[in-house]
């Protein structure tokens, strides 16, 4: 039987949820072929799902190799890669040719947001231009476009897109949302009377519901409507934990794990593989002020913004076998307490190429990379930690008003956002006490007040000379593509503090179980 009919039969069984059937029939496919691309994608999606992690890596990398040139194909390759966090073969991948003339537009689009999550955003701007130049009014290009302005600074040049975004597709609510936070609404200027005709035809319960209450929640904020706000925020949470798997508690294994297994001791003895640039590991919770950090580092010459990357869990996944796209979690801490660190360190060396972009320096910016201090700096001696520091309720708040792309799944409800706060806390102090001089606390409120003073030290303790472009956050050059794009490019704002007093009674909950863990609001 030739391979593509046993490719299609495997399809079948998989579609019947009879992996591993499944997986026997993509083996035989490439038994007769090897590098039959769309059995190897397959092959990898059966043995991701019964946990063959390391396996299923090699049988994407197989996929890359066999260089298919179906537009459908060389999308399910750069997904696969996109799951290991092979940025340099995903960005060759869809650079190749077949792809951006071949593809669907929605495709495209759907591409080109996968290739700017990584920090390839002129290849990503490249593949929206070419879709946009084929099928000018697709919704999905036409929304990603504005996103694309949006990171680059031009909120003005965004808003255009985004409303014709929606009017091909009135469903795709994401430009609802980004079009209330591109800008300060106003009494004149707003969107409230749309958003609130939105809300009524939304599926209750579906994703559209979130960024519509979400949308409106920022634009009554805004005009000083708090009652109102609040109660879009409060319908904006509710939605969104029903859509979310999240158990503080599990959280709370984590750290004490991670507390028990690096200790001074384990972490004495550490790698002695050079890497090919120094990382700059920023840290903290979301919206403790990492995007300004990171942007006053890029200012430097000598340093390449890599921005939120999971490319070193990414190692430890392939370390100990067990893929854990949430994060670490205890199971996986006890696993990786036994890897081969240096093994570690040579994989992550190989990501350090691409991410530095032939920088000496470079800054990786995801958040809770705060979990894996520990393992870092065993494998990597040579990585600086910087570690932001926010009042503990603005912090909070701003979580909590935020919809995050499937990260901070603790932020849509009150204890379970003070909860992970506190164990935030605690596991900073961890690292404090076990590594003491490798991380630097960076107030965020020095940050904003003493901008110079702070750079200075953050460039002292990375080994870098000072340089008077690092306060120049306002520049025009680079891309910001988190949620605080719009913020970050503003200067170093003093207004910031205290957003959430509108909302004091309603937070009550939150601000006591702060307080109760020792955390309270200056």
Known sequence: MIPDQLWLRAE????????????ALYREALSAQPTHAASLIGLSTMLTRRRAHRDAHAAALRAFDARPVQPPLVYAVAQRLRYFH???????????PEFADGAPADVLARAAVMLSSIGAHQQASDLVERGLERTPDNAALLHVWGNFQVFRGDPD???????ASLRKDPLLFQNALMLANMRTQTPERNHVPRLRQQLSQARPGGPGEVYLAYALFKELHDLKDHAGAWAALQRACRTKRGQVNYKLDDDSRLVANLEGICTPAFLAETSAIEQPAVPIFIVGMHRSG???????????RDVGDAGETSAFHAQMELATDIASPAGPNADFVRAA?????????????????????????FTEKLPQNFFNVGFIAKALPQARFLHLVRDPVDTCFSNLRTLFSGAALYSYDQAELAGFYLLYRRMMAHWHAVL???????????????PEAMARRVAAHCGLAF?????????????????????????????????WTPYARELQPLVDALADGGCQSA
């Open 290 to 300: 990492t995007t300004l950090l990171e942007r006053m580092l890029a200012g430097h």
């Open 157 to 163: 040049a965004a808003e255009p897109h985004y409303e």
């Open 467 to 499: 340089e008077p472009a690092m306060v120049d956050i306002e520049r025009s050059t680079g891309v910001v593509s988190t949620p605080s794009a719009n913020v970050a490019r503003q200067g170093f704002r003093r207004d910031r503090g205290r957003a």
């Open 86 to 96: 092979e940025f340099r073969r995903l960005t060759e991948c869809l650079a190749w």
């Open 12 to 23: 079948a069984a998989a579609d019947r949820k009879e992996f591993a059937a499944a997986e």
């Open 337 to 361: 307490a036994g890897v081969g660190f240096d093994d570690v360190a040579r994989g992550y060396a190989e990501s350090a190429r691409w991410l530095s972009r032939g920088r000496p320096w």
């Open 436 to 450: 003491p001089g490798r991380v630097l606390d960076v107030s965020y409120d020095a940050l904003v007040e003493q």
